[in-house]
Antibody, heavy 116, light 105 residues
Framework: EVQLVESGGGLVQPGGSLRLSCAASGFTLSKYWMTWVRQAPGKGLEWVASIHDNGDERNYVDSVKGRFTISRDNARNSLYLQMNNMRAEDTAVYFC?????????WGQGTLVTVSS | IQMTQSPSSLSASVGDRVTITCQASQDIKKYLNWYQHKPGKAPELLIYDASSLETGVPSRFSGTGSGTDFTFTISSLQPEDIATYYCQQYDNPLTFGPGTKVDIK
């Protein structure tokens, strides 16, 4: 069974940093693009970033370019999202998902709150 | 590419046919997926490439359309279908519609 479990969320001050992790199991991570999607409180889903199977290609939504970095460690079956210079509008539940154009399955998400 | 959905919410009775529409701001061919999202849960892929049913998804869910206009249908609404439904295009970059909240009347 495919499982994706996010961790690393929490409360961070504006301008601060946080690193999210996504532990993958039940499939061979190295064969898939992986994606982060977020949902701000009371809002819809927003694609954040995607990374190629071997990490050679990475794509980001404009609002996080230069601040967020998506990475992966296929040997550790893990996906990461390093978030720097965070803003209040980054407050959201962050989901990891398998795939790029057709993300699925997804994890249950981890909550990130940016507030002073 | 901007995605719009209508209605933004709806209430229907168990057994009713429910239809949600999704419109893209430009031609996205059939690069359109549909997701179900329940609060506190992982979003679930239901339909990919506009009309293909994801493995394991009940056949009461279906999708049609191409180009800029798409339709998602639940043929007979069940209590467990209470959720928000999102369309999502992947003609680059990936964007989601604003969602349609479905309730039981």
């Amino acid at each position: 069974e495919v499982q994706l479990v996010e961790s690393g969320g929490g409360l961070v001050q504006p301008g601060g940093s946080l690193r999210l992790s996504c532990a993958a199991s039940g499939f061979t991570l190295s064969k898939y693009w992986m994606t982060w999607v977020r949902q701000a409180p009371g809002k819809g889903l927003e694609w954040v970033a995607s990374i190629h199977d071997n990490g050679d290609e990475r794509n980001y939504v404009d609002s996080v370019k230069g601040r967020f970095t998506i990475s992966r460690d296929n040997a550790r079956n893990s996906l990461y999202l390093q978030m720097n210079n965070m803003r209040a509008e980054d407050t959201a539940v962050y989901f990891c998902a398998r795939g790029k154009n057709v993300p699925g399955p997804w994890g249950q998400g981890t909550l990130v709150t940016v507030s002073s | 590419i901007q995605m719009t959905q209508s209605p933004s919410s709806l209430s229907a009775s168990v057994g009713d046919r429910v239809t949600i529409t999704c419109q893209a701001s430009q031609d996205i061919k059939k690069y359109l997926n549909w997701y179900q999202h329940k609060p506190g849960k992982a979003p679930e892929l239901l339909i990919y490439d506009a009309s293909s049913l994801e493995t394991g998804v009940p056949s009461r869910f279906s999708g049609t359309g191409s180009g800029t206009d798409f339709t998602f249908t639940i043929s007979s609404l069940q209590p467990e279908d209470i959720a928000t439904y999102y369309c999502q295009q992947y003609d680059n970059p990936l964007t989601f519609g604003p969602g349609t909240k479905v309730d039981i009347k």
